[in-house]
């Protein structure tokens, strides 16, 4: 299935600053001219025969090309390769004047990161549930003591349209300050038709304003909602039969997420969801195995383009995704940020060949993060990815789970122009720098973000 062309969300932004948590980046021309970035000191192309996601030994393959050069023009990657023959090339030579040259000496350069797991729809922090953690209860009964998703309901139920669209801004801002280009959001904490609609609406707005691009995913099975205590199905039927329909008709979401595992949604509300979107035309993810085992066969039949969290995963459901076009999209910021001690088999999957993609699954209860090079962090550390193949899992990957790998994730010609470059001389110091921001400028869709402490040119 293809996602639907409209509803991936573009924007070429006007001229205005964005504030985020990061630095503060200026939006420095309307129009921007075509953009030669030379002297690089390692562009990490991750170029290849073919579009789709890497696996097995090829997910460490970054093709990097020392002393590179990238032109960008109207929004696209138009050439790739080395500064001594950009500078000798007729057309930009003849067009020197035109160009804006941005020099990357000492520089790194990374296709712009792909974050394909968000929660971004929420109002406020979650920290009596923090607190409660830190005195040693657990996420699930922390959600039975009636704080978890639930809690977030409330605030976003209240809130209008618009402040929550600015919670949505303010976080995808926080994220382009750190490298991340490209972003599915998920709706999930409004739990009824109205709220859910709104939810996606304030994903919509938020996107319009933003450089970057923005795939919306309806969660509507995120949770069964309180004054749905004890009929899920009821709950999974409004899903299947007013959400869905609606959210699809209406162009406001790319995807369908549910919550599969215990204590949330069954196996059987999962497929039955699945149906609903396959049904209304919209390709499926799902959250799976984050508390226990989810049985991923009957799953898998639906084609979801990626499977989330996988801490349980087992043999057998390794073997089926391995098989599969299903992307697997590990989030170790929940696993951190919850205290578990425990992660998903990375390595496990790696080496059975299923296409892992990472993420940080940005939200409030799990994963109050929107750093992707802190998640590029964990996953060496704590999940024993190797400082390449968290870069390919962050880019060319997390393309892949958003159906977006003939645009996204890296850097060829013909893709869009989405690039970070990073005040670092070797890629693998990206990981290294535990929890430090380091990205110094950012290019999306072709606009060109300077932090204030990039040189001037
Ligand atoms: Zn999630």
Not at 6 to 16: E, T
Not at 24 to 40: A, D
């Given at each position: 299935?293809?996602?639907?062309r409209?509803?991936?969300?573009?924007?070429?932004?006007?001229?205005?600053q964005?504030?985020?948590?990061?630095?503060?980046?200026?939006?420095?021309?309307?129009?921007?001219?075509?953009?030669?970035?030379?002297?690089?000191?390692?562009?990490?192309?991750?170029?290849?025969?073919?579009?789709?996601?890497r696996?097995?030994?090829?997910?460490?393959?970054?093709?990097?090309?020392?002393?590179?050069?990238?032109?960008?023009?109207?929004?696209k990657?138009?050439?790739?390769?080395?500064?001594?023959?950009?500078?000798r090339?007729?057309?930009?030579?003849?067009?020197?004047?035109?160009?804006?040259?941005?020099?990357?000496?000492?520089?790194?350069?990374?296709?712009?990161?792909?974050?394909?797991?968000?929660?971004?729809?929420?109002?406020?922090?979650?920290?009596?549930?923090?607190?409660?953690?830190?005195?040693?209860?657990?996420?699930?009964?922390?959600?039975?003591?009636?704080?978890?998703?639930?809690?977030?309901?409330?605030?976003?139920?209240?809130?209008?349209?618009?402040?929550?669209?600015?919670?949505?801004?303010?976080?995808?801002?926080?994220?382009?300050?750190?490298?991340?280009?490209?972003?599915?959001?998920?709706?999930?904490?409004?739990?009824?038709?109205?709220?859910?609609?709104?939810?996606?609406?304030?994903?919509?707005?938020?996107?319009?304003?933003?450089?970057?691009?923005?795939?919306?995913?309806?969660?509507?099975?995120?949770?069964?909602?309180?004054?749905?205590?004890?009929?899920?199905?009821?709950?999974?039927?409004?899903?299947c039969?007013?959400?869905?329909?609606?959210?699809?008709?209406?162009?406001?979401?790319?995807?369908?997420?549910?919550?599969?595992?215990?204590?949330?949604?069954?196996?059987?509300?999962?497929?039955?969801?699945f149906?609903?979107?396959?049904?209304?035309?919209?390709?499926?993810r799902?959250?799976?195995?984050?508390?226990?085992?989810?049985?991923?066969?009957?799953?898998?039949?639906?084609?979801?383009?990626?499977?989330?969290?996988?801490?349980?995963?087992?043999?057998?459901?390794?073997?089926?995704?391995?098989?599969?076009?299903?992307?697997?999209?590990?989030?170790?910021?929940?696993?951190?940020?919850?205290?578990?001690?425990?992660?998903?088999?990375?390595?496990?999957?790696?080496?059975?060949?299923?296409?892992?993609?990472?993420?940080?699954?940005?939200?409030?209860?799990?994963?109050?993060?929107?750093?992707?090079?802190?998640?590029?962090s964990?996953?060496?550390?704590?999940?024993?990815?190797?400082?390449?193949?968290?870069?390919?899992?962050?880019?060319?990957?997390?393309a892949?789970?958003?159906?977006?790998?003939?645009?996204?994730?890296?850097?060829?010609?013909?893709?869009?122009?989405?690039?970070?470059?990073?005040?670092?001389?070797?890629?693998?110091?990206?990981?290294?720098?535990?929890?430090?921001?380091?990205?110094?400028?950012?290019?999306?869709?072709?606009?060109?973000?300077?932090?204030?402490?990039?040189?001037?040119?």
């Open positions: 299935m293809e996602v639907a409209d509803c991936i969300i573009h924007v070429a932004l006007s001229s205005h964005l504030k985020g948590r990061g630095p503060e980046y200026l939006n420095t021309s309307r129009r921007s001219p075509p953009l030669l970035l030379v002297n690089i000191e390692q562009l990490l192309t991750l170029r290849s025969g073919h579009p789709g996601p696996r097995g030994p090829e997910l460490g393959n970054l093709e990097i090309i020392q002393d590179g050069a990238v032109l960008c023009n109207a929004g990657i138009v050439a790739v390769g080395k500064t001594k023959d950009a500078v090339d007729g057309w930009i030579r003849k067009n020197k004047k035109r160009l804006r040259e941005i020099d990357c000496r000492d520089k790194v350069v990374v296709p712009g990161f792909v974050d394909s797991h968000t929660h971004p729809a929420f109002v406020a922090p979650r920290l009596v549930d923090f607190e409660k953690r830190t005195a040693g209860a657990t996420y699930e009964q922390i959600a039975a003591a009636g704080g978890g998703i639930r809690s977030s309901v409330d605030g976003v139920r209240k809130a209008g349209k618009h402040l929550l669209e600015q919670k949505v801004l303010s976080a995808l801002n926080s994220m382009l300050s750190e490298g991340t280009t490209t972003v599915e959001a998920k709706s999930g904490y409004g739990l009824s038709l109205e709220s859910e609609l709104k939810s996606l609406n304030a994903i919509r707005d938020a996107a319009s304003k933003w450089p970057g691009t923005v795939a919306p995913t309806l969660l509507g099975a995120h949770a069964v909602p309180l004054e749905f205590e004890g009929n899920p199905k009821d709950y999974v039927e409004l899903v039969e007013q959400m869905i329909p609606q959210a699809a008709r209406r162009k406001l979401a790319s995807f369908v997420d549910i919550f599969c595992d215990r204590g949330a949604f069954s196996e059987e509300d999962s497929l039955r969801v149906e609903a979107a396959r049904s209304n035309g919209l390709p499926v799902a959250h799976v195995s984050q508390l226990a085992r989810t049985p991923l066969q009957h799953l898998l039949s639906f084609g979801p383009v990626s499977l989330d969290h996988l801490d349980h995963v087992d043999d057998t459901d390794i073997s089926l995704l391995a098989r599969s076009s299903t992307v697997a999209t590990l989030v170790p910021g929940s696993n951190h940020f919850l205290g578990l001690g425990k992660y998903p088999p990375a390595r496990k999957l790696i080496g059975a060949g299923v296409a892992v993609a990472l993420a940080t699954d940005y939200n409030p209860g799990s994963s109050p993060t929107t750093s992707m090079p802190f998640v590029l964990l996953a060496c550390t704590q999940m024993k990815m190797s400082p390449a193949e968290v870069i390919a899992a962050a880019t060319i990957n997390g892949g789970a958003l159906q977006l790998q003939s645009r996204k994730g890296s850097i060829e010609a013909g893709k869009d122009a989405d690039l970070a470059i990073v005040k670092v001389k070797d890629y693998r110091e990206i990981a290294y720098w535990m929890a430090a921001n380091l990205c110094e400028a950012v290019i999306a869709n072709g606009e060109f973000f300077p932090s204030p402490s990039f040189e001037r040119f």
